[in-house]
């Protein structure tokens, strides 16, 4: 496993943006495809982005795709997550985690390394 510190979240507001970083330890986080996922108060958590661990392929959830990026430096072991546009349905708190079995890496059950999470809150 990979240990991962997310950092980052903050409060916006509306129509702003954010940049979340995931940085994690040890040599083989390299070879991580890496996810980030989000849970709001009452909600199940969900899928935001995904990338491989080349960053060579991305995936994004429909809800933010086109204001949110996904991205990684392996040279440094991080993961980053560039928020625009935000929206107050944003607000929640964000985890990255790697994905460690399977192939559907949207599948929050597929990752088994989590950082702690980082809140996001979006004012109207």
């Known amino acids: 496993q990979v240990q991962l510190v997310e950092s980052g979240g903050g409060l916006v507001q509306a129509g702003g943006s954010r940049r979340l970083s995931c940085a994690g330890s040890g040599r083989t986080f390299s070879s991580y495809h890496m996810g980030w996922f989000r849970q709001a108060p009452g909600k199940e958590r969900e899928f935001v982005a995904a990338?491989?661990?080349?960053?060579?392929?991305?995936y994004y959830a429909s809800s933010v795709k086109g204001r949110f990026t996904i991205s990684r430096d392996n040279a440094k072991n991080t993961v980053f997550l560039q928020m625009n546009s935000l929206k107050p349905e944003d607000t929640a708190v964000y985890y990255c985690?790697?994905?460690?079995?399977?192939?559907?890496?949207?599948?929050?059950?597929?990752?088994?390394?989590w950082g702690q999470g980082t809140q996001v809150t979006v004012s109207s």
């Open positions: 990338i491989t661990w080349s960053g060579g392929s991305v």
């Open positions: 985690a790697a994905h460690s079995l399977g192939t559907n890496l949207t599948n929050s059950r597929e990752y088994d390394s």
